[in-house]
Structure formats: structure tokens, C-alpha cells
């Protein structure tokens, strides 16, 4: 193997650059005009402008044109699609995965199942799509055939609610994976989500790197992995991880993938669930967690050996299990606003840095966040001598991470990880739906951004108007610092409103603070109007008052802003149109989210701000409902 192409993006496409680059193989990226300074591209030894990372034949087309003698996939993408892999075989180019006829077969969890019957592989009890829905034993999962990541996915609790649930799944199934086929299986109501990391090469050879569990999930998409799974016996880990091999060796696997299990809490059964043909998000931790020949191994550097026909070079024996390792998914999206997506410019990203930490990620300072792609922005991995050590080192990377400029799941990942239940590993596949996690409060955000405001303002030049503390024979009065209420900071005597904060480093919008005796630390960026903070991960926003700003509507006006940062999939009405409260006004839709826009009251449509196609921004005004005078006299009547 002599150059490489990665027909992905992002992270993924960085870390599979890197382990090439280590074996002295040449690198070409593909990248959309949209992608075009990302990490990814610049990072490559020579970089392909693309339609679309989905568009097979420009994807083959630019390997051929670049001389690559074989592809990465990556993740996500055309890396589990038979098509492409039959694509690049037709071009006489290595897939650095399995072949399409094997890709055909694990690739859907419908041919999945039936190879693992034939291996001997315990699967999920199942019902036809034809069965009558009186026939069924309830709780059923109805799930797209065709994919993952939690789309196409519907849990069904009574007969009456199935006809409603597979319309709905095959909707979505059809337009995330171009595919409508639907299973019906038993529905696990206390479940863990474990699978298997295996390897083969094309000279029969078929191993296991042990298990990660995936059970912190949230509706069925990955938030926090580990490696080993925390809790099962010994006799658990026996029967998924011999019964991945059998499966692998089954169907003729080559390179690596992962096979999936659902570990059932009431009865400690563990069902096959399907295979990834591909490398996982996830495969940092194993990396970490495992040791082959007593030293971590680079998955990425054993699949290109393996694409390139060398044998394994170890036996099942020569791997063990030498730690654990726990990786959070960093996601652009506001997790305490409704896990809705964000955009815009990462005006600052600060990653940790510690011997115990291990960053994935291809977001940089002032790189532009788009809701084009996937929202993972990157992968946080702590690793310990056990479990507890590597969970306590994630908790201090997450409060090294800092990104500044659009909101992120930083905060909340932090939280989550800091959690009894997680620490003590008592979770399932459904913990977290259920879960309430506490948003941290913004104290230390606010004395942070004060504290710094008053610093800059007494720095600067002075102005007539400027808060410089000064009065006529005493000593300086404490600087009134605007935010959305006024916090008066006196740098003299170490105070901000009530508390006593003395300060510790301040460089480089790092601000480190002792606050009634306890360090905070937290990273600041003061703008003239905006004013932001990372305190332990979450991203708080300050906006100065504007006295001269004109009134604007209030909320409860009858106008529906973008909740996000998107792409309008829908416009159901049109200006002049009557409607009445919660009708369904349009559809937007970003980063595999899609979300409804709901009339906040009867009324007429005075306005339509954008039509389908269109990308708007967060807050941007896409329909303004007017109430008719007696409906506005009823509700003002109502509040008195």
C-alpha cells in the first residue's frame, strides 16, 4: 500500500491520516467546497474537491485520479454501503474493510440475523411485519433494516400504537438510509448495550480485543463508551465474545468490525443485535483498554496491514485486557436547551492535554461549526489502572475543554460522567432518557466574565462615560459590570457582589480564580456586547443591555424563530392563512434532527420568512401568527 485516500471527514479522517502517516503511506483527502480549509483537508498530503461525500462515483473517480491504491472509509458515510464497496473493487482499488458480497450480508440487520442463526449466535426474539398486532408481546421495537444511530427506531407499548410506529419509522428510515425495510423485535425494557471488537485477516485468522459497553445511550445514539464493560461475569464476557468470533469466521469477515449484543438485565441473556462492517467511533477505548504483545494497539495500523494481506502476526493469547478507558462524545448541540444542534464559529477551542487523556477531534480555533455534517465536533478518551481512575481523569479533561462560540455538550457531558449512577455503573440502555441531569449554575461563569470585564475596562483607555471607580476623597468604588443584571466587582478589596474572590492566572482567556476559598478556573471571552464563559464544560452567554436598543416583540407574540441553526424541510402554510394553536406551521431540520414548527395560537399568517431549501439561522423569524382582536382581548382578559 503505497497512498491512501479517506473517503471521510473530521476527526476520523485526521486519526486514520495519522497512523498512515506513521507507516509512511502517502495520504489524499476528499473534501466538499464547504470543507475546503478544514483540518482534514490541510492535513493530507493531497486533498480532492468532491460533490458529496455520498456521491460514489466522484469518490472512486478522485482515488483513481489520485493513484490511491486503496480507501479508508472511516465511519458513518458510504462505509457500510455493499455499493461502494463494489464501486471501488470494480476499480481495481483495496477497500480497507470487508468485501461487498460480506458487506451485503452483515451490513443489514435483517441478512445479519439470519447469519447469525446459522453461526449458533442467540438472537431477539422477532415478529413478522405481517403479524396481526394482537399477536404480539409488548414492549416491540420497530427498526430499520437498512441502518442505525437511533434512526428509523420506534419502541411500541400496545397494539393500537404499531401502525402509527412503522409509518413513522419507515419514513424516517427511507429518507436517512434511502431504504423503508422494517423488523419488529422483542423490545428489552432493562438492557445493556455491549459489543465486541474483532479482527480477521485473509488467512483465517479471527480474534476478539474484548468487549466495550455502549449503554449510556440517549434514544438509541452513543453518548459515553467504555472498555472493558463494567459489572458482567466472566461468564457473560465468555459467551459474546466467543460467540462474535464464531460469527465472524461465519460469514468470511476480513479486517475489522464489531458485533453487537443486547444484554438483557432480567434474565443475563445476551441476543445478537447486528454487525458494523467498519471501524467505530468508539475504538479509542479498546485501544486503551487492551494490550497485544504488551503494548496498546493502533486499530487503524492493523486494519491497512490487514488490507494489505499481512496475517495478524498474534493469536487470542497474546491479548489482554490491561486497564480501562472511557470515551465522551463531543457533540454541537445545547444539551440543557432540548439537544438541539448549534452552528457558527469556534471563536476558541481549548482540548486537555494530560498523559492520561487522549484527544480525537478536528475542531480548531475560528473554524466554522455548519449543520451540513454530523454534530460530533470530537472524542475525549480518559484511561486508569481501573475504572474509577479513568473516570476521574474524564472528569478533569471535561473541565480542561473549553469551546468558545457556539454551544456544545461539554457541560453535560460532565455532569453525566460526575453522576451516582454512572459511577457506580448501575445503568442501562434506557438510564438516560429517564435521567435528570442538572444543568450547572452560572455563578462562576458570571463572577468570571465580571471579574474580567472590570480588568479590561481599567486597562483601557479612559472615556467619559468609562466605570473607572473614581469619586472625590475616598477610595475607588467598586466597577458595576452590565450583564443581564448588574454585578459590582471591586478588584481592590477582592470582592464580586457577596463573594470573596482573590485571582490566581489570567492569561490567554484562561482566568483562574480562588472564589470563597475554592479554585475555579474557566476560559473568557469579553466582547463589546457578548460576553462568554466555560466553566467545567458548559458555555455560558452574557449579553450586555443595549439603552438604546429599540423595544422588541415580546415572547408570546405570535412570531416562531429558528430554534436552530438549519435547513427549512417544510412550509405548510402560506400569509393570509388561518391556523389554529399547534398546527404544524413547517418542518426544519439540522444534523439528522428534524423538528416541528407549531402555531403558538390561533390566528392568521402574517408572514412566512423562508421557504423549503432554505438555510436559516438560529432565531431568524420563519412565520409570525397574528391574533384576531377578540382572541387577543380574550387571552389579555384571561391574565387579568
Known amino acids: 500500500m503505497k497512498t491512501l485516500l479517506i473517503a471521510n471527514r473530521g ?70 454501503r455493499a455499493a461502494f464497496a463494489r464501486a471501488v473493487e470494480v476499480a481495481g482499488i483495496k477497500l480497507v474493510g470487508p468485501s461487498s458480497t460480506v458487506m451485503d ?28 398486532a394482537d399477536t404480539l408481546s409488548y414492549p416491540v421495537l420497530v427498526k430499520a433494516a437498512a441502518g442505525g444511530g437511533g434512526k428509523g427506531m420506534r419502541i411500541v407499548r400496545a397494539a393500537g400504537e404499531l401502525d402509527e410506529a412503522l409509518a413513522a419509522a419507515a419514513r424516517e428510515a427511507a429518507h436517512a438510509f434511502g431504504d423503508d425495510t422494517l423488523l419488529i423485535e422483542k423490545y428489552v425494557e432493562s438492557g445493556r448495550h455491549v459489543e465486541v471488537q474483532v479482527l480477521a485477516d485473509a488467512h483465517g485468522n479471527v480474534v476478539h480485543l474484548f468487549e466495550r459497553d455502549c449503554s449510556t445511550q440517549r434514544r438509541h445514539q452513543k453518548v459515553l463508551e467504555e472498555a472493558p464493560a463494567p459489572t458482567i461475569t466472566e461468564e457473560v464476557r465468555t459467551a459474546v465474545t466467543s460467540a462474535a468470533v464464531a460469527l465472524t469466521a461465519q460469514v468470511g469477515y ?22 458494523n462492517t467498519r471501524l467505530q467511533v468508539e475504538h479509542p477505548v479498546t485501544e486503551l483498554a487492551v494490550a497485544i504483545h504488551g503494548e496498546h494497539p493502533d486499530l487503524v495500523a492493523l486494519q491497512l496491514a490487514v488490507a494489505s494481506g499481512e496475517p495478524l502476526g498474534f493469536t487470542q493469547g497474546d491479548v489482554e485486557l490491561v486497564g480501562h478507558a472511557i470515551e465522551a462524545r463531543v457533540y454541537a448541540e445545547d444539551s440543557f436547551g432540548g439537544f438541539l ?52 481523569a474524564l472528569l478533569d479533561a471535561l473541565d480542561d475543554t473549553a469551546i468558545l462560540g457556539l454551544t456544545t455538550n461539554v457541560g453535560f457531558l460532565r455532569a453525566l460522567v460526575a453522576t451516582e449512577e454512572f459511577r457506580d455503573a448501575t ?17 462562576i461563569a458570571r463572577i468570571s466574565v465580571a471579574w474580567v470585564s472590570a480588568m479590561l475596562d481599567s486597562m483601557g483607555p479612559p472615556h467619559p462615560f468609562g466605570p473607572d471607580g473614581w469619586r472625590s476623597g475616598g477610595d475607588p468604588a467598586p466597577y458595576v459590570v452590565q450583564l443581564d443584571e448588574p454585578v459590582r466587582v471591586d478588584r481592590i478589596r477582592g470582592r464580586v457582589d457577596d463573594h470573596d474572590v482573590r485571582e490566581v492566572f489570567a492569561e490567554d482567556h484562561v482566568l483562574v480564580l480562588m472564589v470563597d476559598g475554592l479554585r475555579q478556573q474557566a476560559v473568557v471571552n469579553v466582547q463589546p456586547h457578548l460576553l462568554e464563559a466555560v466553566h467545567r464544560g458548559q458555555r455560558f452567554v452574557f449579553e450586555r443591555p443595549d439603552p438604546f436598543a429599540d423595544a422588541v416583540g415580546a415572547a408570546g407574540d405570535g412570531s416562531v424563530p429558528a430554534p436552530m441553526p438549519g435547513t427549512v424541510l417544510a412550509v405548510d402554510v402560506a400569509v393570509g392563512d388561518e391556523v389554529v394553536e399547534g398546527q404544524r406551521l413547517g418542518v426544519i431540520e439540522a444534523m439528522k434532527m428534524e423538528l416541528v414548527l407549531k402555531a403558538p395560537h390561533a390566528g392568521t399568517v402574517a408572514e412566512v420568512g423562508a421557504g423549503v431549501g432554505d438555510q436559516v439561522q438560529l432565531r431568524q423569524l420563519l412565520f409570525l401568527v397574528e391574533q384576531s382582536l377578540v382572541e387577543q382581548s380574550a387571552v389579555e382578559a384571561s391574565h387579568g
Do not use: C
Open 11 to 80: 476527526e476520523i479522517a485526521v486519526r486514520v491520516m495519522r497512523s498512515a502517516r506513521a507507516l509512511g503511506i502517502r495520504t489524499v483527502a476528499i473534501h466538499t467546497e464547504l470543507d475546503a480549509s478544514a483540518p482534514h483537508t490541510l492535513a493530507a498530503d493531497q486533498a480532492v474537491e468532491v460533490g458529496s461525500y455520498l456521491d460514489i462515483d466522484a469518490v472512486v473517480a478522485a482515488a483513481v485520479a489520485s493513484g490511491a491504491d486503496a480507501i479508508h472509509p472511516g465511519y458513518g458515510f458510504l462505509s457500510e
Open 105 to 132: 450480508r452483515m451490513g443489514r440487520k435483517d441478512a445479519a440475523r439470519e447469519v447469525a442463526v446459522a453461526a449458533g449466535v442467540p438472537v431477539v426474539p422477532s415478529w413478522s411485519l405481517d403479524a396481526p
Open 254 to 275: 476480513e479486517n475489522a468490525g464489531t458485533v453487537e449484543f443486547l444484554l438483557d438485565n432480567a434474565s443475563n441473556e445476551a441476543y445478537f443485535l447486528e454487525m
Open 341 to 392: 444542534p448549534q452552528a457558527g464559529r469556534a471563536s476558541r477551542v481549548r482540548w486537555p492535554e494530560s498523559g492520561h487523556v487522549r484527544v480525537d477531534a478536528a475542531l480548531e480555533s475560528g473554524q466554522v461549526v455548519s449543520t451540513a455534517y454530523d454534530p460530533m465536533l470530537g472524542k475525549v478518551i480518559a484511561s486508569g489502572s481501573d475504572r474509577e481512575s479513568a473516570r476521574l
Open 427 to 443: 445503568i442501562d440502555t434506557a438510564w438516560l432518557d429517564s435521567a435528570t441531569i442538572e444543568a450547572p449554575d452560572d455563578a
